[in-house]
């Protein structure tokens, strides 16, 4: 990595903490950030990050992407810049009217591309995370997304963003298209989409696998789910490399 910036404030990884050791205050007028820091590791459910604050302390910012606009505070959420691409594609495959449900929003990375720049017709944004949650609202209001006319016209709102566990708020939903963009634990969260999803509704499916099963284990994962349901495989494809033999693919599927 050596580093990433992040609105105003910088991530940088050890290698460039020795490499600037008693100079680091030079990273701050190079990258015309006010804060740097180093994330030593992202642990549990709630994906928080644990940050050494090394020059500075604001830990709050927003961070431009797509033309989006993503606040949100280093401490306590993780940003990945590595599906930049990714995020845009899929708002740019959303069809006129579609009802999405996004089981994994955090704070809007997928949810608001979708929002902005598609004709959808709702956005369900779920998140289990409260700090998430909280940016998530405010990044629908920063972005203006509900000032937008919905084209359907029984959501005065293009999008809503709901706090609580997918596995239990998606079933209740019902949805022409689904985001399941976290990659530690997604195939869990299968049998809820399919219980959300439309006959011929779209599921984009992201995991986390071994690069020799890429081709198989999220597509087999996916069939028994369906239990039954005709699965027609779309695309399967790796956004980028995770790990040593490791890579985070996306596979898009339709469910009949």
Same mark, same amino acid.
């Given at each position: 990595?050596? +580093?990433?910036?992040?609105?105003?404030?910088?991530?940088?990884?050890?290698?460039?903490?020795?490499?600037?050791?008693?100079?680091?205050? =030079?990273?701050?007028?190079?990258?015309?950030?006010?804060?740097?820091?180093?994330? &030593?590791?992202?642990?549990?459910?709630?994906?928080?990050?644990?940050?050494?604050?090394?020059?500075?302390? *604001?830990?709050?910012?927003?961070?431009?992407?797509?033309?989006? $606009? $993503?606040?949100?505070?280093?401490?306590?959420?993780? +940003?990945?810049?590595?599906?930049?691409?990714?995020?845009?594609?899929?708002?740019?495959?959303?069809?006129?009217?579609?009802?999405?449900?996004? /089981? $994994?929003?955090?704070?809007?990375?997928?949810?608001?591309?979708?929002?902005?720049?598609?004709?959808?017709?709702?956005?369900?944004?779920?998140?289990? &995370?409260?700090?998430?949650?909280?940016?998530?609202? =405010?990044?629908?209001?920063?972005?203006?997304? &509900?000032?937008?006319?919905? *084209?359907?016209?029984?959501?005065?709102?293009? /999008?809503?963003?709901?706090?609580?566990?997918?596995?239990?708020?998606?079933?209740?939903?019902?949805?022409?298209?689904?985001?399941?963009?976290?990659?530690?634990?997604?195939? =869990? $969260?299968?049998?809820?989409?399919?219980?959300?999803?439309?006959?011929?509704?779209?599921?984009?499916?992201?995991?986390?696998?071994?690069?020799?099963? /890429?081709?198989?284990?999220?597509?087999?994962?996916?069939?028994?789910?369906? &239990?039954?349901? =005709?699965?027609?495989?779309?695309?399967?494809?790796?956004?980028?490399?995770?790990?040593?033999?490791?890579?985070?693919?996306?596979?898009?599927?339709?469910?009949?």
């Amino acid at each position: 990595m050596k +580093w990433k910036k992040i609105g105003n404030i910088l991530i940088i990884d050890e290698n460039l903490q020795k490499e600037y050791a008693g100079r680091l205050d =030079e990273l701050l007028s190079i990258h015309n950030v006010d804060t740097i820091a180093k994330i &030593n590791n992202i642990t549990g459910q709630m994906r928080k990050p644990n940050i050494d604050l090394l020059i500075g302390d *604001k830990t709050e910012t927003i961070h431009k992407e797509n033309g989006c $606009f $993503f606040k949100l505070d280093i401490t306590k959420i993780m +940003w990945s810049k590595g599906n930049t691409t990714e995020r845009m594609r899929i708002a740019n495959l959303v069809q006129d009217n579609e009802i999405v449900v996004d /089981m $994994f929003a955090g704070i809007g990375y997928f949810s608001i591309p979708i929002a902005k720049y598609s004709n959808v017709g709702h956005v369900f944004a779920i998140e289990i &995370n409260p700090d998430s949650y909280h940016y998530l609202n =405010e990044n629908i209001s920063l972005n203006k997304i &509900n000032n937008k006319s919905s *084209k359907n016209e029984d959501n005065c709102n293009i /999008m809503e963003a709901i706090l609580g566990d997918s596995a239990e708020v998606a079933p209740k939903l019902s949805a022409d298209r689904i985001i399941m963009g976290y990659v530690k634990t997604t195939h =869990e $969260f299968l049998d809820s989409a399919m219980e959300c999803l439309k006959p011929e509704g779209i599921i984009h499916y992201h995991e986390t696998v071994p690069e020799k099963l /890429m081709n198989t284990r999220p597509i087999n994962r996916i069939k028994k789910a369906a &239990n039954g349901r =005709e699965v027609e495989v779309l695309s399967n494809r790796i956004i980028k490399k995770y790990s040593p033999g490791v890579v985070h693919t996306v596979t898009d599927v339709k469910i009949y």
